[in-house]
């Protein structure tokens, strides 16, 4: 059944475009258990295609994780995030926080403490305010992509991991009616991923992710179970 899982929700991902956001971790919600949570995500850089410049957004999110089975958690996470795009040659067009929204699943492939291995898919959509440039008004959407795997092990005080992922981010630029969707570059799709889990009690944790290579990111969440 896990197996069957597993490729059902691969392929919905596959299906719908699903190509960076936070990887959560490898501390999965107990079944018919829920962790909810804050977190700020901040993208530092992070190259488009084509030379058409670099990217940035900083997002605050109210983070809902849900256990479906004890190895199969569902994601939702809501808030706010803004978009600043710098092309090659030109200022960089600085768009302010409005709402970004996300959603994302993870599977435990093993379970064997002190070690854990998560495959996880994430998703997360930023949809910032407009802007004007001189007389034109910009609108602008990021659309930020990712499959993760990460190997945990556990202290008992804290949990680091360490991973890998596939990533892309989708830069939606409408100037007037003129809609042009732009990708990250392609030859830095292929992630590192860094982070730990530091108890602060039975059911509280802070969670700190960075993220390099095809993106310079970081992460940090604090979380509690319920």
């Known amino acids: 059944m896990r197996r069957i899982a597993c490729c059902f929700l691969f392929l919905i991902g596959w299906v719908s475009l699903s190509f960076a956001a936070p990887c959560y971790g490898t501390r999965l919600p107990e079944k018919n258990k829920f962790v909810a949570g804050t977190q700020t ?12 410049g670099k990217i940035r957004s900083t997002q605050h999110f109210v983070l809902v994780s849900y256990g479906v089975f004890d190895w199969f958690a569902i994601d939702l996470k809501g808030g706010a995030g803004n978009i600043k795009q710098h092309p ?3 200022d960089e067009v600085d768009y302010a926080s409005n709402f970004a929204g996300g959603y994302g699943y993870r599977i435990q492939l093993y379970d064997r403490q002190p070690l854990k291995m998560v495959f996880g898919f994430q998703h997360i959509s930023v949809h910032p305010q407009s802007t004007h440039l001189g007389d034109d008004k910009h609108r602008a959407i990021l659309d930020d992509w990712q499959y993760s795997l990460l190997a945990s092990y556990d202290t008992g005080m804290c949990t680091p991991y360490l991973g890998t992922r596939w990533s892309r981010v989708d830069y939606i630029h409408w100037t007037l009616d003129k809609r042009k969707r732009v990708m990250s570059d392609l030859t830095k799709s292929i992630g590192l991923v860094a982070g730990i889990d530091i108890l602060c009690g039975n059911k509280l944790w802070i969670n700190f992710e960075g993220q390099f290579i095809d993106s310079e990111s970081v992460a940090l969440s604090l979380n509690y179970s319920f």
Do not use: P
Not at 41 to 52: A, G, M, P, T, V
């Open 88 to 90: 090659a040659g030109s």
């Open 41 to 52: 995500y901040s993208i530092l850089s992070r190259y488009l295609e084509q030379e058409k």
